[in-house]
């Protein structure tokens, strides 16, 4: 129990599935950011509405105006995809936490502090990150409030602040703990759902549905590169003489090939049967993509797989250059098709390069 405890605060889950962590950080800083718009422009109008009961403060103008500059920059931060949102998180919640110990100590040293206290305890939860690092960043926050609140006020108010410090301290070390560990349980089952519900069962690639939606949104967003299909020549003949078990181990040999030719910015998946295809970001120029091309099927060539008694394993491949214009996945589909018609005429273990005729 104990053990499982400290693995849960250390959160070894962030390092693990980092990716979608910070895909959630994102959208977690932009509705940070338009809670506090909303809450700023209220407290704003609501003091100007009603002056004569409420003193307008100049924080409030303060507060909004900085939570609209959040915003602006929580958009920006979500369409860079920057790697360090956390940094950026931690960053853009702390001017608030500092006007909120102002406003709790020397901006008035009279009056029990309130505002700091819901924070501590609240604007944490909006970060996704390792509890032991949140707990930190709440302690140091707590420790600086205390400094403060002791040179700001008289003894007295100061010890009845820190009683209610400490209850809120480990009120919101215990919240925030919790809810992270259930939010990164969350991000652990949603990612491992996903990966499950992506992945080629049998070669431990991508599947066609989701290898054919990453090509669309490269295409949409003019990624230029090479769209290959590769075709396992004779596989039929395979699967007729040693099996379909020997057939499996010839898909996956293939598709081990594949992945560590190609890099995490490619995309590659099988499309069916004894079918792949592969998009490669770095392969738009014809003599790259003739190297890389070599490579696999030098590669492929030298498989020694023992379950067809070390047949010499070939593949005819159709590739398609798009490095200008506009596309889309059919229409790259196609000129990829086209590409393999022409190697299967030229016999076994072939391929054929084109270029795809783009839109304007």
Not at 65 to 70: E, G, L, N, R, S
Not at 329 to 334: A, D, I, P, V
Request: a neutral charge; hydrophobic letters at 45%.
């Amino acid at each position: 129990m104990f053990q499982k405890l400290k693995n849960n605060f250390l959160g070894k889950t962030v390092d693990l599935y980092a990716e979608e962590i910070r895909i959630r950080n994102y959208k977690s800083l932009m509705d940070f950011s338009v809670v506090g718009v909303v809450i700023s422009i209220a407290v704003l109008l609501f003091s100007l509405l009603l002056k004569d009961v409420v003193t307008f403060k100049t924080e409030f103008l303060i507060m909004a105006v900085y939570f609209i500059a959040i915003f602006f920059l929580a958009g920006f931060l979500q369409k860079k995809r920057t790697r360090h949102i956390l940094f950026a998180f931690y960053g853009v919640i702390s001017p608030v936490m500092v006007m909120a110990i102002l406003l709790g100590t020397f901006l008035d040293p009279t009056q029990p502090s309130i505002t700091i206290m819901i924070f501590i305890g609240i604007l944490p939860l909006f970060i996704l990150d390792k509890p032991w690092r949140v707990c930190l960043y709440i302690t140091v926050i707590a420790v600086i409030y205390c400094i403060c609140n002791y040179l700001a006020k008289d003894f007295q108010l100061f010890l009845e602040d820190f009683i209610d410090l400490v209850a809120f301290y480990f009120l919101a070390a215990g919240v925030n703990f919790f809810i992270l560990d259930d939010r990164l349980e969350n991000v652990e089952n949603y990612v491992k759902f996903r990966e499950k519900s992506e992945t080629d069962v049998l070669t431990g690639i991508y599947n066609r549905g989701i290898g054919e939606e990453k090509i669309k949104q490269l295409t949409e967003q003019k990624v230029y590169g090479a769209f290959c299909i590769l075709d396992i020549d004779d596989f039929k003949y395979i699967n007729d003489t040693y099996g379909h078990a020997s057939g499996d181990e010839v898909l996956q040999e293939i598709a081990k090939v594949i992945r560590s030719l190609f890099s995490k910015d490619d995309v590659f998946f099988r499309m069916g049967g004894d079918e792949f295809v592969v998009y490669s970001v770095k392969c738009a120029d014809e003599s790259v993509c003739r190297q890389h091309l070599g490579r696999l099927y030098d590669n492929i060539k030298a498989l020694q797989i023992a379950s067809v008694h070390h047949t010499p394993v070939s593949v005819s491949i159709g590739c398609c250059i798009y490095n200008q214009g506009s596309t889309d996945y059919s229409t790259l589909y196609k000129c990829g098709d086209k590409a393999l018609y022409q190697s299967k005429h030229m016999g076994k273990g072939h391929y054929t390069i084109r270029f795809l005729e783009t839109k304007s």
